[in-house]
Nanobody, 127 residues
Framework: VQLQASGGGLVQPGGSLRLSCAAS????????IGWFRQAPGKEREGVSY????????NYADSVKGRFTISSDDAKNKVYLQMNSLKAEDTAVYYC?????????????????????WGQGTLVTVSS
């Protein structure tokens, strides 16, 4: 049972990247899949999450309008499309999967515990 994040790389400011989170050993149905990031010297922060139970999504204010999260049930993957990238988006990005509880849970909160974490993929935004 594992999650694997991929798709990171070096991109210029204003560019785009698409991150993938692939699950093996379990299906993502009825899970919440979150993307988090951690920049050097900073705490981990929530970027976006999607509920495969009801399709709801949420984004951090810093990425709203630039990032889009989506799920491909057939491929058992979740994607994070990142557009208009900025230097401050530079970080290691992690995906995580946890059980859907209800619509009132803050899935960015440290109080919510994800069951599985991917290994992280580095995104560097620089000219």
């Amino acid at each position: 049972v594992q999650l694997q994040a991929s798709g990171g790389g070096l991109v210029q400011p204003g560019g785009s990247l698409r991150l993938s989170c692939a699950a093996s050993g379990f299906t993502l149905d009825y899970y919440v899949i979150g993307w988090f990031r951690q920049a050097p010297g900073k705490e981990r922060e929530g970027v976006s999450y999607i509920s495969n139970s009801d399709g709801s999504t949420n984004y951090a204010d810093s990425v709203k309008g630039r990032f889009t999260i989506s799920s491909d049930d057939a491929k058992n993957k979740v994607y994070l499309q990142m557009n208009s990238l900025k230097a401050e988006d530079t970080a290691v990005y992690y995906c995580a999967a946890g059980p859907y509880l209800d619509e009132y849970v803050d899935y960015f909160s440290q109080a919510y515990k994800y069951d599985y974490w991917g290994q992280g993929t580095l995104v560097t935004v620089s000219s």
